[in-house]
């Protein structure tokens, strides 16, 4: 059902629309990036001065800016360059990247407070929105006391459609405990392409009904748990073979297998009440759009998305920093297309003085008129009502520090975030490997993944594997590795070979690096030693034919998760997961040796 707005609701949205300036009305358009808990002085300001509307926030980055989504080992085309801003002003100017500030969910909900509280300082007193990531395997933005639940493609393979409503509401449960009002989730992609680089185990399924099914089980446990939902990324990336972070793909497939396979889960979710929708930054030559990114298609967004579905609620861009977007244009001039083409709310997680020349490119727009202000208007007044319906027109959706952490020792989130580990497990044991005695010696090669090095806690760290496999064997032993092992690595692991009955070793899928390490586990399969393979992905690029034997986890980052793959090594869990559709491919998609 669509959430309707109340006699209140439209006189509190027509009062402020009615007193809004230009600068205050593309403010409540725009999403930035709050890389915290630490809040810097440039965040204050564009809260306070520049009237922003919303903040995609996360703890695993310090900074995020363009140089973020140039791809490894490859320079910025021109676009990029003209879009790349470096630090000034307020901004400060990071020494590295990769180490964020640990903090308590009590600590992060305070550091949102504040921010609440710079919106509620301002002239109309808008309270801000704070939206976040949560699909597992590395797509975690929530760390501090967030207990991890599976990537999407876990709960099809339990079979269990209410333990995907109640991961959902457990998720919800810790977002909204710390501050947060919307989620960028549920993905709807059907993940068609095996190849598909980007997608793959973030989505539900290669089949549409059960990411119908399945989607909406997870979107209804989030709704209810009190959150904005997000389908994304539409009209559908499942068919794409190149990641849209590096590029601008285009999604090659007929219109009536676009609208049968890719858009039916919109229609269907739609009409039982998902929030928003994200545009995808991919090309759809069916739908008569040849060049240009969805988002700044009116085609897709007005004939297809308002028109055919009928969908009244948020359209979001996805993030405008993509290369996606800047293979094609420089970010302020897409910008000022995706609000002219029908968007309402454009995410941009850059952190540099690139957001200044979004917001003056925009205002600029609507001066000269290639934007009407009526265009503008139409966008605010959603935005508005859902900020009305997330509460903030009350105490500007400021929560009680105190019990941020409530939920994460809460009986029904610890539980449900077990059964889902457990459920969604899966085990290839072509050679019969499984279960290990534990009197035999194995050597653990453990990667450090993402979310172990951003979260660094007692729940998520680094030799989170080698700790769950030692409560049932006292002969494991590890050689921790960073997550592109190099050839220093490979000396330390044969130092050890020879004292192993079994090697178990992981390769890890980060989808935003659009890598695995599939090329160094063979290499270590040619030491001689059997090994069983711990991934996060049931595609090649994780568990390759040529692996006898493999346990698929969808979330690294969880100890739950950790924790059940080391009772399936030892017998003490007996995996009943299973996909309903073909995951191998005659091509790997990552062809080159992974290994740096």
Request: aromatic share 8%.
């Amino acid at each position: 059902m669509r959430r309707k707005m109340s006699i209140d609701c439209t006189k509190w949205v027509d009062q402020l629309l009615g007193r809004m300036t230009i600068e205050q009305k593309i403010g409540q358009m725009l999403v930035f990036g709050f890389c915290g808990p630490v809040i810097t002085p440039d965040i204050a300001e564009l809260i306070r001065k520049y009237h922003i509307g919303g903040l995609r926030i996360s703890q695993k980055f310090r900074m995020m800016t363009v140089a973020n989504d140039i791809k490894p080992g490859t320079e910025p085309d021109e676009n990029t360059r003209r879009s790349l801003q470096y630090p000034r002003g307020l901004n400060r100017d990071y020494a590295y990247i990769d180490s964020p500030t640990s903090c308590t969910a009590r600590e992060y909900a305070q550091s949102l407070n504040r921010l609440r509280d710079f919106a509620l300082e301002r002239p109309l007193g808008v309270g801000i929105h704070l939206v976040i990531d949560q699909e597992g395997n590395a797509c975690d933005d929530l760390l501090s006391s967030q207990r991890l639940f599976p990537a999407a493609m876990g709960y099809p393979g339990a079979g269990d459609t209410d333990l995907a409503y109640r991961s959902g509401l457990c998720i919800a449960r810790q977002a909204r405990a710390i501050g947060a009002n919307m989620i960028h989730s549920p993905v709807l992609d059907v993940n068609t392409n095996p190849l598909n680089p980007e997608i793959g185990a973030r989505s539900f399924s290669a089949l549409t009904d059960e990411v119908i099914l399945y989607g909406r089980a997870l979107m209804q446990g989030l709704k209810d748990g009190g959150l904005f939902t997000t389908g994304k990324h539409f009209p559908g990336r499942g068919e794409s073979v190149s990641d849209a972070h590096w590029g601008l793909p285009t999604v090659g497939i007929s219109r009536e297998d676009l609208y049968h396979e890719h858009i039916r889960p919109y229609k269907k979710l739609i009409e039982a009440g998902l929030d928003a929708v994200m545009l995808a930054h991919c090309c759809y030559p069916c739908l008569g759009v040849v060049d240009r990114p969805a988002c700044v298609s009116d085609t897709i967004i007005n004939d297809i998305l308002r028109g055919e579905l009928g969908f009244e609620g948020i359209i979001t861009t996805d993030n405008m920093m993509m290369g996606g977007i800047l293979q094609k244009y420089e970010m302020s001039e897409a910008v000022v297309e995706a609000v002219a083409a029908g968007c309402d709310i454009i995410l941009c997680r850059d952190e540099s003085p690139l957001r200044y020349k979004i917001i003056d490119s925009l205002i600029n727009a609507v001066r000269n008129g290639r934007i009407k202000e009526k265009r503008v208007d139409e966008s605010v007044e959603r935005v508005l009502k859902m900020r009305w319906q997330m509460g903030l027109a009350q105490n500007g959706g400021k929560v009680d520090p105190d019990v941020a952490d409530v939920p994460f020792n809460d009986a029904f989130v610890k539980k449900t975030a077990a059964e889902a580990a457990e459920k969604t497990v899966m085990l290839k044991d072509e050679s019969s490997l499984i279960p290990l005695d534990p009197a035999s010696n194995v050597l653990l090669i453990e990667q450090i993944f993402p979310t172990h090095s951003f979260a660094a806690n007692m729940y998520s760290h680094p030799g989170l594997l080698w700790e769950e496999m030692c409560r049932h064997s006292d002969k494991v032993f590890s050689v921790e590795i960073p997550y592109y092992p190099g050839e220093a690595d490979f000396d330390r692991i044969r130092r050890r070979i020879s004292e192993a009955d079994t090697i178990v070793m992981t390769n890890y899928y980060y989808h935003k690096g659009v890598s695995s390490i599939t090329e160094a586990v063979r290499k270590v399969m040619d030491m001689g030693k059997d090994v069983i393979v711990v991934t996060n992905t049931p595609y090649e690029f994780g568990l390759a034919a040529d692996f006898p034997v493999g346990i698929v986890c969808f979330n690294p980052g969880s100890r739950e998760q950790l924790r059940a793959v080391a009772e399936v090594l030892y017998g003490k869990l007996k995996p009943n997961a299973k996909l309903g559709f073909e995951v191998t491919s005659s091509e790997l998609v990552n062809k080159e040796a992974v290994i740096r």
